[in-house]
């Protein structure tokens, strides 16, 4: 077997050799010799034509010494050895895939055996000629591969190589020459290196100097320059390692034209690493033996070494590993330098870090790298250059701009921090370097970027990346590097004001933060700072004023916030004593603040704010000296320049500025510095002009006369400046100006004592204010600023601030200005959408002060805005971030309105306030754009809560109302929105609903009572379900969900308003909505039905009204009358009336369909309907001849198809489901004989309509299981075949019998007068109703045996035959009695079929039997058992899977028999098929391999083996996914274990099946082989009676099969028989 697969391991395909391969390995684990002695046999005699065949012996011969080497006999290795060399040199000529094997299994066995493989190799080299390539090859291999013991061999090598090397003319000869140069003086060099296990102690370098001397001149001179590439560096690193080996006096001679010599080598080479290697080693050499030759070449080297270096820095070494290993072999090469010529070196590299000079970045860069390598590599040797590197690298800190540059400089520092270069002079100026890269703004990182993307490809580093890097390597360097304490402080504050390093300051106060915690914490005595002596550091309220300022934007980069708070708790002590407790208790909880909420979306910006303003106040109220707050306060303003740019922190900045001036009582001083805010900000900046709005408005709280008259001041310079007081506006920059004024007067009256506010509101605010809100060309921005200021001065007023009431003369002025405001004029196109915004909200705050407002003012400010409100401008731009925007401001505007209307009902929360708000908003409720719709209902909703909000707020006794004013009217206009096509609308107007008669009841009965009564009332209980089932319901759920609502409003609705009710509901049947106006007459026929009687004098006047409206909307009332009186008709006349509808063609028009179920609708005539229809289907003529005998056509009577069609209408309707139910048997017939009628004909119309109906009829039942089967895609094809329809109809009785059992007697008796009747369809039907009912008939003997007794009679008519068969086999679901019963007939007329040609007929007599064997007696089936054996054995191999399927599960019943009379021969039978059983576990058919798996846990309990029980259990459980490979291996074990006299008969069965049709039987059963010989203990091989020979013969014959599965599983399978 062996060799046949070595024979076969060639094989075409790619799976199959590798399996193939696999084997062979398998088995040489076992038996190494016996395959390697199989393949050098193979190779000797075949291998002559096959050299694809014989090398890939060769590969796996290479494997098997890799894993056996120390296995195998020397006299084996010889063979292998004589083997490997013919192969090698047969041929002359170099062929690398064939000879390159052969070659590496000699330097394998070399590493066990090197004497005999030298030997043989020395052999082929004789003195004076030139060996083959190969044998040279493996002498060089073998020498790295094992160089102990051929060491002292090399000498005699070398001295034949010697004369031969000036004949070589070829380049692959001179390539191995030079190869095994090198590795032989590598070998020596290593032997030398390990002289205290060399075997021979006498060798010395000088062993060799006579031929390793001599060999260098050859190949130096004449090899160098080869044409071939491959031989110049073979050459190169040859004589790179013959200089370790050369006495060095040759050395020292010929140093000066080596060296030169490999310089000139990098310019022709592509490949540089053999040169590098070389050069290295020859440095290596020389410093360390202090060659003097050397030096005077050192400058040659560094010229054509560093460009190189520099180049390789900038390369990507990720992907080339070549390049990695040259750039690191380059280092190493400066790295030999600086050990021997430290000055030399480094003088030389700093001279190319001059940027004047050296104008290329990567030279730079290359150069620093280089500088990088050194200072970690050669720490003493570089102690005394240190000053001198940090004066070579100073000026790159200034000048360099390149980003890698830059980056590799950051890396140098980092080195020399650990080296402690830093604590010499200019380390602080490393330190520095960093912290600007740490600074670089986003501005440059932007520009940077925008440049990058108009190249094609990204660059690798970008300023960003840097700017992270040199964060981290600032923060590592502090954290983890020695002595940086002293460096860093107190250096580092010199950093923390500065704006050129606000991007670093995170980084810097975390690093700042580290040691200072660290020096308070030790109680270091240089912790504290005289900052009078260090005048490079900013003084102490410097630096609180920049962080205070910078803390107010605490989630920039690097955590900013937490830093600073870190940064300030640590230095506490160092700026100020007083402070350092309170800091080091409000710091920590800052910080938990930040992280908290940092993360979360609704970060307040504003709330943060005002805790750095709390922090700075109680850092002012702590110190409590008024000359350190002034000194503060001009520090801040010293720093306000800083923040230029940058508008929030600008006003953040100015507002720690106003709060300094609040706690400072000079008031010159006070008033300079007003005058310096004013003057310092940029007054179009809405941030800045709210910083100093805010920053008056603090200073105000303790200064509010200065402040006013500072204001008042601002305001006459700029009048005067632009021509007088009422001339403002001609100039932009005093209208900026001027919009600063209008907020600073607003945030004075925010912020200053409320009773000084009201004292000095009208002579200084308002007297201030007044003038500029009368100008007509005002500015948006202008009039923005003025509702802001007024909006801050309302809130001023507001009883909640003053703590007392106050009545505002002129709120009636302010807010028609607003109004003014607003609407814009003509010109209300140019109203920006803030001054509404804010408008509305000024409106807002206006309504809630005294005195109230007048109802005309009141109607005035509602219709002005509710312009906007309603027809909102268009977006100005189609630009995304524009469209967001203006629908941002959309929604401001509604909110804002919604308010604003919500104040006026705040101040008069009455119903007739809500009314005179509804009179104004209720035209657009019929607006034909949605948008208005929707807008009126959400101010309703909105005044609605709003009221109840308020009611629930009023103290006291209850108001004068006893109910809600018009309230019918009110209802009424908003009944067509109850059907809306906006779904958002009819939800908002059922809500208008709920919460009108919601406060109608509390009104009503909250009379007399001290409180009001919040509950809802009763009838209100539905409404919320009803208001969310309305959102997506279609337009029919909608009348529905309305008619419920009518209901409820019918019956809250009070007598006196349900004329006003209906009047205006009659306005909703014109609407121009199609649905709102047909919901709204839902609504009014509900409540005519229920409230109709007391509108006895109304009558007239609405029946009129509805005409008049119907007549105009063109409902379908009408078309309902004109159904109405069909059904009348239909009353009297059902069945001419049902006929005549059937004459219509079909389909059925939509009136007919409508007069149908109409006429349906009424249980008085829908079971007449019923049982017509149903007539006519059964019993009608159902076909008309036409044709000749010979050629006899169909056709379907019109009547029959248009009565199926009709009975199908009627069932859409939801009445109808209860008549159907009640029919069920009568109808469910009825259809099932309609299906096979509907055959035949030119069409399949009739059919197509027979299913449609039956499906109308399931839906009307509600029928799940029924609507299941129709569902089924598979079913409804099935249905449409003339031949396999019958299959679903079993799928429908049986659906009916399990879940309606009651209806089987009502179907039978039905159905029976069928099964003879005209028609071959009914029959057909009829036969599979019966065989189906079988299954299912419980506890009624007498229906079973009449419906046996049927089977048993058509069982003759080949037409129903298959229906007879497939009844007899359900008599099984009767039970074991009733089977045991009927066994005898039943048998006998299944046992007819068993081997009927017809296989459909056969497969349905096999499942029969299969059944009916789970439960009849074993006397029964005894005398017939063999025979049922071999009946069914040969549909085990049938082409139909179902066949196969049922013959296996037929089988798998026998288990029942094998017990007791037949237990024996039951037993051989088992045994017989066992093989086919577990073979076919794997068949191509998922039911098959389910039944053979059944099958086989049914006989494993009578082959009396527990383990094998358990086994088939556990493994071939249906939830288990099955190994099969591991099935058949394991299952091997057991049948060896119980039957090993069986197994020859297991094994023979499975080499039948090497010719089966199918591959996975072919390829299962040489596994099972495979795995049962293998698993044949030693002590049973002999007993079991197997014959190798035959089994391995088959198994050799499976190599030849097409199938390369087959060919696989065969080679696996040969693998496991290593042991025979």
């Known amino acids: 077997m062996v060799k046949a697969l070595i024979a076969a391991a060639h094989d075409s395909s790619e799976q199959v050799r590798a399996d193939i391969t696999d084997s062979l390995r398998d088995v040489s684990r076992k038996q190494p010799e016996l395959v390697l002695s199989s393949c050098i046999q193979f190779i000797k005699t075949e291998g002559k034509s096959k050299r694809p065949h014989v090398i890939q012996l060769l590969v796996l011969i290479i494997e098997i010494l890799e894993n056996d080497l120390y296995n195998i006999s020397e006299q084996l290795s010889i063979y292998l050895i004589r083997m490997a060399l013919a192969e090698m040199v047969k041929d002359k000529n170099v062929i690398p895939e064939w000879q390159g094997p052969a070659c590496k299994i000699l330097v394998i066995i070399g590493k066990r055996f090197p004497q005999p493989v030298w030997s043989v190799l020395i052999d082929l080299f004789p003195p004076g000629s030139i060996p083959h390539y190969f044998v040279l090859k493996t002498m060089g291999d073998i020498s790295a591969a094992n160089p102990t013991e051929i060491v002292p061999n090399l000498k005699e090598v070398m001295a034949r190589a010697l004369p031969v090397l000036g004949q070589i003319k070829k380049d692959n000869m001179r390539w191995v020459f030079a190869s095994c140069f090198g590795n032989w003086c590598e070998a020596i060099q290593i032997y030398l290196a390990n002289m205290d296990s060399a075997p021979d102690k006498s060798i010395s370098q000088e062993t060799f100097s006579s031929e390793v001397f001599p060999a260098y001149e050859v190949m130096f001179n004449s090899w160098m320059g080869s044409r071939e590439s491959k031989v110049r560096l073979a050459t190169i690193h040859a004589v790179g390692q013959m200089c370790a080996v050369m006495p060095l006096e040759q050395l020292s001679d010929q140093i000066v034209r080596i060296v030169p010599a490999f310089l000139k080598m990098y310019s022709k080479e592509k490949l540089h690493l053999p040169i590098t290697q070389g050069l290295s080693t020859i440095l290596g050499v020389c410093v360390k033996n202090s060659v003097s030759t050397l030096e005077p070449l050192l400058i040659p080297v560094l010229n054509v070494l560093h460009p190189l270096t520099c180049a390789a820095a900038g390369t990507s070494t990720s992907s080339n590993p070549a390049v990695a290993k040259n750039t690191n072999e380059l280092l190493r090469c400066f790295e030999i330098i600086g050990i021997g010529y430290s000055e030399q070196l480094c003088s030389y590299l700093l001279a190319r870090l001059d940027i004047t000079k050296v104008k290329s970045a990567s030279i730079r860069g290359g150069t620093l790298g280089i500088l990088k390598h050194l200072i970690t590599r050669l720490g003493s040797q570089l102690e005394d250059k240190k000053e001198l590197i940090l004066s070579g690298v100073r000026p790159l800190i200034d000048n360099e701009t390149s980003l890698e540059v830059r980056k590799v400089l950051c890396q140098v520092i980092i080195a020399m921090a650990s080296e402690q270069y830093l604590l010499l002079e200019g380390g602080h100026r490393m330190i520095e370097f960093i912290i600007k890269q740490c600074s670089i703004s986003e501005k440059e990182i932007e520009i940077f970027n925008q ?29 983890t590097v020695d002595d940086m304490d002293s460096i860093l402080w107190p250096f580092l504050f010199e950093f923390l004001v500065s704006p050129k390093y606000t991007e670093a300051l995170h980084v ?41 300022v910078m803390l107010n934007e605490p989630l920039r980069r690097g955590q900013l916030g937490i830093r600073i708070l870190q940064c300030l708790q640590a230095i506490g002590p160092v700026l100020n004593p007083l402070v350092s407790d309170m800091w080091d208790n409000a710091m920590p909880k800052l910080a938990h603040y930040i992280n908290e909420n940092a993360d979360s979306e609704s970060w307040d910006s504003s709330t943060w704010e005002d805790l750095t303003l709390r922090l700075l106040s109680e850092t002012i109220k702590l110190v409590g000296d008024e000359e350190w707050t002034q000194v503060l306060g001009d520090k801040l303003c010293e720093q306000l320049e800083f923040y230029k740019g940058q508008p929030n922190m600008k006003k953040c900045a100015l507002k720690h500025t106003g709060l300094i001036l609040q706690r400072i009582s000079r008031r010159e001083y006070i008033k300079d510095k007003l005058d310096f805010i004013f003057n310092t900000i940029d007054h179009s900046d809405p941030l800045e002009r709210q910083g100093c709005a805010q920053a008056y408005g603090f200073c105000s709280a303790s200064q509010l006369d200065i402040v006013l008259d500072k204001i008042k001041s601002l305001a006459e310079a700029g009048s005067k400046k632009s021509g007088g007081f009422f001339s403002f506006g001609s100039s932009k920059a005093d209208t900026k100006n001027k919009n600063t004024i209008f907020l600073c007067l607003g945030y004075v009256a925010a912020y200053a004592s409320p009773k000084l506010v009201v004292a000095r509101l009208d002579s200084h605010i308002i007297h201030t204010l007044e003038p500029y809100t009368q100008q007509k060309q005002l500015g948006n921005q202008a009039k923005e600023n003025i509702i802001r200021s007024i909006d801050l001065i309302a809130k001023a007023l507001h009883p909640s601030h003053l703590q007392e009431e106050f009545t505002f003369r002129r709120r009636d002025d302010m807010i028609s200005l607003l109004i003014a405001f607003m609407s814009g004029g003509a010109k209300s196109a140019e109203v920006s959408p803030d001054v509404r915004i804010l408008g509305l909200n000024t409106c807002s705050t206006l309504i809630h002060l005294k005195p109230a407002m007048s109802p005309e003012l009141e109607a005035k400010l509602i219709s002005s805005t509710m312009k906007f409100y309603f027809s909102p401008p268009p977006p100005p731009s189609k630009q995304p971030k524009s469209a967001q925007d203006h629908q941002e401001n959309i929604r401001q505007i509604e909110q804002n309105f919604h308010e604003m209307i919500g104040s006026i009902l705040y101040m008069d929360t009455t119903t007739l306030c809500f009314g005179r708000i509804f009179d104004i908003l209720s035209p657009f409720l019929v607006s034909e754009k949605a948008s208005q719709r929707k807008n009126v209902i959400s101010a309703c909703i909105a005044l609605l809560k709003r009221f109840i909000e308020f009611k629930s ?27 809306d096509p906006e779904p958002e609308i009819r939800m908002g107007a059922i809500e208008c609903l709920e919460l009108v008669f919601f406060i109608d009841h509390m009104l009503r009965t909250s009379v007399g009572q001290e409180s009001y009564n919040f509950e809802p009332p009763e009838e209100l209980a539905e409404s919320p379900e009803l208001r969310g089932r309305i959102q997506d319901a279609d337009i029919h759920e909608q009348f529905l969900i309305v008619h419920q609502l009518s209901t409820i409003a019918a019956r809250l609705l009070p007598s006196d308003e349900l004329s006003s009710f209906l009047v205006h509901c009659f306005d909703g049947l014109t609407d121009p909505h199609a649905s709102s106006s047909s919901g709204t007459c839902v609504m009014i026929n509900t409540t005519l039905k229920m409230r109709g009687e007391e509108l006895g004098n109304e009558v007239e006047s609405l029946v009129g009204g509805m005409l008049k409206a119907m007549e105009a909307t063109k409902v379908e009332k009408t078309l309902n009358g004109t159904l109405h009186s069909l059904r009348t008709l239909a009353i009297h006349h059902l069945l001419p009336v049902v006929e005549e509808l059937l004459k219509s063609p079909i389909p059925h028009s939509q009136n007919v369909v409508k007069s149908l179920q109409a006429i349906a609708k009424d249980p008085n005539l829908v079971t007449q309907v019923t049982d017509h229809l149903t007539d006519i289907i059964n019993n009608s003529q159902i076909l008309e001849e036409k044709g000749s005998d010979k050629k006899m056509l169909y056709e379907h009577v019109p009547r029959a198809c248009s009565a199926t069609t009709a009975l199908g209408e009627i069932f859409e309707l939801e009445e109808m489901e209860e ?12 259809l099932l004989l309609r299906f096979g009628t509907s055959r035949y004909g030119k069409t399949p119309a009739a059919a197509d309509q027979c299913l449609k109906t039956f499906e109308q009829f399931v839906s009307c039942t509600k029928h799940e299981q029924l609507q299941e089967i129709i569902d089924d895609k598979d079913n409804t094809k099935q249905l449409a075949s003339n031949t396999d329809y019958h299959y679903v109809l079993t799928k429908f009785v049986k659906a009916v019998c399990v879940n309606q059992p009651d209806e089987m007697p009502t179907i039978y008796q039905f159905i029976l007068p069928y099964l003879q009747g005209n028609f071959t369809g009914q029959r057909i039907v009829t036969a599979t109703v019966f065989a189906e009912m079988i299954s299912h008939v419980k506890n009624d003997r007498e229906l079973l045996q009449s419906l046996i007794n049927n089977e048993l009679t058509i069982i003759v008519d080949e037409k129903l035959k298959l229906m007879a068969i497939r009844g007899l086999g359900n008599i099984a679901d009767a039970g074991a009695e009733e089977v045991n019963r009927f066994s005898s007939t039943v048998i006998d007329a299944l046992m007819c079929a068993i081997d009927s040609k017809d296989e459909e007929l056969a497969m349905e007599a096999m499942n029969g039997l299969s059944r009916v064997f789970e439960l009849v007696d074993e006397k029964c089936v005894a005398p017939v058992l063999v025979n049922i054996c071999h009946r069914v054995r040969p549909a085990f191999e049938k082409d139909q899977d179902e066949i196969r399927c049922a013959s296996f599960q037929l089988f798998a019943t026998l288990h029942r028999f094998g017990n007791d009379v037949g237990a024996q021969i039951f037993y051989e039978q088992i045994h017989n098929n066992f093989t086919t059983l577990f073979l076919h576990v794997n068949d191509p058919n998922e039911d098959v391999r389910k039944a053979c798996k059944l099958a086989l846990k049914n006989f494993a309990p009578l082959l009396q083996a527990e383990k094998l029980v358990d086994f088939f259990n556990e493994v071939l459980h249906e939830d288990r996914e099955l190994n099969y490979d591991a099935f058949l291996n394991q299952l091997s074990v057991h049948l060896i274990e119980y039957f090993p006299e069986r197994l020859n008969l297991y094994v023979m069965t499975s080499i039948e099946y090497f010719k089966s049709d199918w591959i996975p039987l072919r390829e ?16 049973k091989k002999f007993s079991v009676g197997l014959n190798p020979g035959i089994i391995s013969s088959a198994l050799i014959g499976l190599l030849k099969q097409k199938s390369p599965k087959v060919r696989s599983a065969g080679a696996i399978a040969m693998s496991r028989l290593y042991s025979y």
Request: glycine share 4%; aromatic share 8%; net charge negative.
């Open 451 to 479: 440049k990058a993307a108009k190249s094609k490809s990204a660059p690798d580093l970008t300023p960003e990346r840097l700017r992270t890097m040199c964060d981290n390597v600032l923060h590592l360097a502090t954290t």
């Open 508 to 548: 810097i106060c975390r690093c700042l933060a580290h040691v200072a915690a660290k020096k308070r914490q030790s109680n270091a005595p240089d912790y504290m700072i005289d900052f009078d002596i260090e005048v490079n550091i900013p003084k102490p309220t410097e630096i609180i004023v920049r962080l205070f």
């Open 953 to 979: 707020a009023e103290e006291g006794e209850t108001s004068y109302e006893e109910s809600f004013a018009a309230i019918g009217r009110c209802v009424g206009l908003f009944v067509p929105r109850f059907t």
């Open 1219 to 1230: 008549v159907a139910r009640e029919n069920f048997s009568q109808i469910f017939c009825s």
């Open 1564 to 1579: 299962g059963a040489a596994t099972f082989i495979g795995h049962a010989l293998g698993n044949v203990p030693e002590d």
